[in-house]
């Protein structure tokens, strides 16, 4: 299929109104849009005049189930639901309205997250989904995704793999042949030369060994918490940084600079399957799900990032 699938995520969200909102903003030729969705949730969330305009792909979903700000059974159902539909369509890209965890994992869909279920649907022949966050130039992957920090778990291989993985989407999707990464240090001040942590020894630096003799341009682990002050300056600035993305080592040493310096702008894009998929960088947002007051900027971005 030639057309951008849409996913207006877990129907107590704010999924659906943001989605709506940015086509309405983006005002895209009805014939590159595809919805996986609901005409009740649609409709109950003011998408009367989306309806008209782009093909729906119905999951089917009862009006008195839509109970705005609540985790519901339900709901999760309805998430997954959505998904599967999508990976099953074959859509030239996939973009994603927020879905909550703890819904799925009532619904008995026990994943960390959207990013692992589509791995579960579109991956073969051992591919790895992966994170990476997206806010115009500055560019931040993850190298471990949602897990407790003290689960984390991270070998010299899983490091080489997933730059490697990096390498191949830069040039393929970014159009850039020989890109320049920056590799966080695990532990504070990287390790200190073994004295507050020894992941920097025993498999950063090996990993970044290897990697160089594959001819790829990667730092040495650095100290995190300066790591990100010249990104965020450039971001600002409008300037070009001295490297095409940062690695992060665990999800917020990477997310929190990105999130704080391009705020919704910042676009998660999983990388490493066939199809490309984005989604804005923030959650349901339960709290204001309902109000017609959600900011429709991240669903903006992530539609942009796949035309």
Known sequence: MDKIAITTGDPNGIGAEITIKALEALNLES???????????LNFYGGTEILKK??????????????????????????????KKVCSISPKAIVTAPVAKNALHLAGHIYNGQTEILQHFLAHDNQLAEMLFVAGNFKVLLLTRHCALKDITLTKDIVITKVKNLVTTFQSNFGIQNPRFALCGFNPHSGEDGILGDEEIEILSPAVKK???????????LPADTLFVKAAKCFYNGEKDDFDCYIANYHDQGLIPIKTVAGDKTVNMTIGLDIVRTSPGHGTAFDIAGKNIADSTGMIEAIKAVL
């Open 31 to 41: 014939e590159k849009i595809v919805l996986i969705s609901n005409r009740e949730v």
């Open 54 to 83: 782009y093909e729906v792909i119905e999951i089917p979903y009862l009006k008195s189930d839509i109970c705005s700000g609540k985790v519901t059974k339900e709901a999760g159902e309805f998430s997954f639901q959505s998904l």
């Open 211 to 221: 990697l160089r003799q594959l001819n790829i341009d990667i730092t040495n682990p």
